[in-house]
């Protein structure tokens, strides 16, 4: 914002009130009209459970600091949020207009025990906040079936709406919870108006702006971003609604695909288990290959009266699959991997590995396991792979957990059918092609856990725990910090106490406005290169995880967002410092308020 006045203004340190407006009264209008703004607008997730106030207090201050220090990660938090629940409100929308169309045709089996309604902005929202939580049954380590309480993710929502399960909750119901104050919220948007109002004037009548000002201008724009993108969303809820009971099944299946169903290794058992369709006997075979530790445990190794043949195996991840980030550690080998172009636009991951199956799941190819549709690879065991780790204390999933897992794949399979394979095909089942034979195993997704947190990791940028638009949140991080960034740039020719001053606040402008860019650019780069990764170029140097150019630039983006953070927060907190420092010594001209009678029509 570039204000004049004299060449040589005369200087206050401080200015008393009676005089015009004092520096008191610009300090205490900034602070109160950027802290109200921030408070009033932040719609926190759900808590976790037995939340003490002391703790919520604790969240919401740190909140508001992100606020006051970095409104464009607020901004963009926000922004990803009402992605999510827009995305989960089209596909609720589109789940139910398949089961309208089926209706109409008088499916009559199709219908049967299933939802068709659709779910408001709002309602999405109060999911995608962690609003909705279940019981799954669960088989513990005494034999006794136990309740485990989780968090409903989008993506877990979203499959109890693919398969006709979607939970009837009022949104009535929601609103009652919510403890928003449309009344505060108004008070708080004119007192800003009045800010802006104030500023704009200055500027009109060319009269100095303060950089606090500026500043305070700067949280006003992001506070009203943040009213626009949180206008549907529940405010301030702290009890989540306990889903009926009926979907036993598919949330037993959604724990097992969670990372919160795996067991001390990290690895979940559902990755070894492929989904036979056609409900076949499993053939007992004498090459069913069985592997056995040796004597240091380190590895699993074949029995001498065994052979170890290789197989070619090729593997199109589903969508969002963990396995994309590192191929090598989500299957356990070691070998070369191909990155090819396969069906329907997906990619598919080809190598050698040879057949094993580790000693403590070779029950699992044995009845009643193995009468069941959801069956253990006769091939292929995570556990046997790589590293040997110590499974002393590993505990086989119960017969009854698998039961009902494999009747929601059931259910998943029969949609897929239904309605577009080779679509739906992606979301739910990776696909594994082996020995001329098509294995199809559960996709590995997020659809519960603990809690929902109020800040997407950034180890996933993927919109929370929904895989969709990769790419967007970095970006609108990107754009948000350029708007803050560039609005404090253009304070370049306001009066500073001194030059050292100017050039340090135009420097961290202008950082802030670039880093938003960089992180973007990182994420896209990373984006790209899995794209990309079919290049002959890495082939040939092995598996892409591995080859020295991948680890190269790993480390090179991990480094970036590393020192993008620290620099993003020094910056940050040297503007909101400087904003207040520099009324130290500050133009006469900047306390002298402007004639508002020359703003308004009169006689």
Known sequence: MNSSGPANPSTVSWAKSPEGRGTLDLVVSCIITFTLCVWSALHLNVPPTKSTPLQLAIEKTTWVLYGIFAPE??????????????????????????????????????????TSHTWSITQCYYAAMGGCVANVPWMGDDGEEEMRRVTLT????????FVGRLPKIDEAHIRDKSKADWMAKVIVCLQATWMVAQVVGRLIKRLP?????????????????????????????????????GDEDVLVLMLLSSKL??????????????????????????????YN????????????????????????????????????????????????????????????????????????????????????????????????????????????????????????????????????????????RMLAETGYFLSETEYLVCHMPNLPSLANLSLGQVDCHQNVLPAIFAFTALAYGGLHVSAWNDFYPSRAERYMWIMAALWIACSGCLVWGSCSLGLLTKKLGSVRMLQKRGDLNESPWRRWFSRAARWCIYVVGVTFGI?????????????????REMYLTPEWSDFLPHL
């Open 293 to 432: 530790k040796n004597s240091k445990g380190d590895f699993i190794v074949p029995r001498e009266d065994h052979p170890s043949p290789l197989y070619r195996l090729a593997t199109e991840l589903s969508r969002g699959s963990s396995g994309i980030h590192n191929l090598s550690e989500f299957h356990g080998f070691a070998g070369k991997a191909e990155r090819v172009p396969g069906e329907n636009n997906r990619f598919r991951y080809e190598y050698e590995m040879t057949a094993m199956v580790a000693e403590e799941c070779q029950a699992y190819l044995m009845p009643p396991y193995g009468d069941l549709k959801l069956r253990h690879g006769d091939l292929y065991c995570r556990r046997a792979r790589l590293e040997s780790r110590d499974l002393t204390g590993y505990r086989r999933l119960h017969v009854k957990t698998l039961q009902r897992a494999s009747q929601a794949v059931d259910m998943i399979w029969a949609e897929r059918c239904l309605r577009q394979p080779a679509e739906y095909e992606r979301f739910y089942f990776t696909v594994v």
């Open 154 to 161: 989008p993506a877990g929502i979203r499959l109890l709406s």
């Open 209 to 245: 702006v303060s950089l606090l000002e500026i500043n305070t201008c700067g949280h006003v724009i992001c506070a009203l971003a943040l009213y626009l993108l949180w206008w549907s969303k529940p405010l301030d809820i702290q009890d989540p609604s306990i889903l009926g009971e």
């Open 73 to 114: 990660l607020v901004v963009a938090t926000a922004a990803s949020q009402y992605i999510v629940a827009l995305w989960l409100k089209g596909e609720i929308k589109k789940d139910a207009a398949f089961r309208m169309s089926q209706k109409d045709a008088k499916n009559v089996a199709l219908t049967k025990d299933t």
């Open 261 to 290: 169903g795996a067991v001390n290794d990290g690895i979940p058992d559902i990755r070894c288990f492929y989904y036979n369709f056609s409900g076949s006997q499993r053939n007992q075979a004498e090459n069913i290959h069985v």
């Open 571 to 587: 910056t940050r907190v040297f503007l909101v410092v400087e904003a207040f420092l520099s009324l130290r010594k500050a133009p």
